[in-house]
Antibody, heavy 133, light 107 residues
Framework: QLQLQESGPGLVKPSETLSLTCTVSGGSISSNSYYWGWIRQPPGKGLEWIGSVYSYTGGTYSNPSLKSRLTMTADTAKNQFSLKMNSVTAADTALYYC????????????????????????WGQGALVIVSS | EIVMTQSPATLSVSPGERGTLSCRASQSVSNNLAWYQQKPGQAPRLLIYGASTRATGIPARFSGSGSGTEFTLTISSLQSEDFAVYYCQQYNNWPQTFGQGTKVEIK
């Protein structure tokens, strides 16, 4: 069974950099069928996709509203992927989830890629990050 | 960016009754639409992808329909464990976008 676990500081000062790592067990992040994504949820609010990394090529996809502040990487040797978000403010306080982002679907004898992203089928439990001095 | 709008914001339903949730996209997303369930203190759980395909282990009382811009999630007979918040998500275009959620509460 695939499992994802977020880790990182729970408290970050304003203007500093938020850093989170997601460790994946029970499966490899090297597969060409998946991106590996980050989604956040401010307290009491809805879900916002942050970005995803495609470890097969190292390519990244980011929410345009956050793109200038993001760095996403994948370490296939450690089976981990990471998020860095700089210049944080109180508005970045949220529960941060990592998730497997399905980009390729196989049914019957054929497979096809979703050209606009994909859906999230496995999620971590979430890591609360509070931005405060 | 495609905007996803869910209605109603809150749905009050008695156990055993049918619940119908709606999701509208600001432009066509074909059938590239997923539904998630989130209970308090838990991560979202994938229910439906491809607008109508149930994810592994999801009970048959959950069904999805629609294409283009209008989608529906139906829970045929609400069980106590189904009271939660439900989100739709489109993956037809980057960036990925979610609806604001529908809370299904006990009437």
């Amino acid at each position: 069974q695939l499992q994802l676990q977020e880790s990182g500081p729970g408290l970050v000062k304003p203007s500093e950099t938020l850093s989170l790592t997601c460790t994946v067990s029970g499966g490899s992040i090297s597969s060409n069928s998946y991106y590996w994504g980050w989604i956040r949820q401010p307290p009491g609010k809805g879900l916002e996709w942050i970005g995803s990394v495609y470890s097969y090529t190292g390519g990244t996809y980011s929410n345009p509203s956050l793109k200038s502040r993001l760095t996403m990487t994948a370490d296939t040797a450690k089976n981990q992927f990471s998020l860095k978000m700089n210049s944080v403010t109180a508005a970045d306080t949220a529960l941060y989830y990592c998730a497997r982002h399905v980009r390729r679907y196989c049914g019957g004898t054929s497979c096809f890629n979703f050209h606009g992203g994909g859906f999230f089928d496995y999620w971590g439990q979430g890591a609360l990050v509070i931005v405060s001095s | 960016e495609i905007v996803m709008t869910q209605s109603p914001a809150t749905l009050s339903v008695s156990p055993g009754e049918r619940g119908t949730l709606s999701c509208r996209a600001s432009q066509s997303v074909s059938n590239n639409l997923a539904w998630y369930q989130q209970k308090p203190g838990q991560a979202p759980r994938l229910l439906i992808y491809g607008a109508s395909t149930r994810a592994t282990g999801i009970p048959a009382r959950f069904s999805g329909s629609g294409s283009g811009t209008e989608f529906t999630l139906t829970i045929s007979s609400l069980q106590s464990e189904d009271f939660a918040v439900y989100y739709c998500q489109q993956y037809n275009n980057w960036p990925q976008t979610f609806g604001q959620g529908t809370k299904v509460e006990i009437k």
